[in-house]
């Protein structure tokens, strides 16, 4: 069964530094997501992504966070300067348009 | 706005019993609903959807669930539980991008852990 990829699974960073966090999103598909998890929290839209562009964003996906297909496979979730308060697991997602959405294992990102 | 309570934050079983996990959804128009399950240090795999048609729904696993509009729920059921069912189960509602295109902006539950004895 085709699946979305994330990498890092887990990455530590710095308070302050720069993340990105990749996808490959299931081959066909043309919608992308992504979501995040706080730790004992629920799990939370941040953001959609259709056609090279933004479709919808939350209000958690401030300036401090960004989203680009840079070569038409991948998908990349980009926090410019992390807050402890980022610290999260992040799913990146795909769907087709039976909006069948798939989620990758997550990358964990703690924020020191 | 759209919301999802799953009442039980955690659900005990024994293995061969039946399960049912509780999904109520506050939502103006036509849900579209899911079910997915998450083991320890895996992500979301889907169990099944409901967008339109027959109300009760079959998923991968054995599952099923049961879209009650009246009642605003989307309960999941399993006839007998098997010890690889332990996980958290997450319900969630879909609502529709601007061109209603996309229905993957989802509102997630809390989650509910089950665990099952042997």
């Known amino acids: 069964e085709p699946e979305v990829t994330q990498t890092p699974s887990h990455q530590v960073t710095q308070m302050g530094q720069e993340v990105i966090l990749r996808c490959v999103p299931i081959s066909n598909h043309l919608y992308f997501y992504w979501y995040r998890q706080i730790l004992g929290q629920k799990v939370e839209f941040l953001v959609s992504f259709y056609n090279n562009e933004i479709s919808e964003k939350s209000e958690i996906f401030d300036d401090q966070f960004s989203v680009e297909r840079p070569d038409g496979s991948n998908f990349t979730l980009k926090i410019r300067s992390t807050k402890l308060e980022d610290s999260a697991m992040y799913f990146c997602a795909s769907s087709d348009n039976r909006n069948t959405i798939y989620f990758g294992e997550g990358s964990w990102l703690t924020v020191v | 706005a759209q919301s999802v309570t799953q009442p039980d934050i955690h659900i005990t079983v024994s293995e061969g019993a039946s399960l049912e996990l509780r999904c109520n959804y506050s939502?103006?128009?036509?849900?579209?609903l899911f079910w997915y399950v998450q083991s320890p240090g895996q992500g979301l795999q889907l169990l099944l959807k409901y967008f339109s048609g027959d109300t009760l729904v079959q998923g991968i696993k054995g599952f099923e669930a049961e879209f009650k509009r009246s009642q605003s729920s989307f309960n999941l059921r399993k006839p007998s539980v098997h010890w690889s069912d332990a996980a958290e189960y997450f319900c969630a509602v879909g609502t529709a991008n601007a061109g209603g295109t996309s229905y993957g902006k989802l509102t997630f539950g809390q989650g509910t852990i089950l665990t099952v004895h042997p």
């Open positions: 939502y103006g128009a036509t849900p579209y």
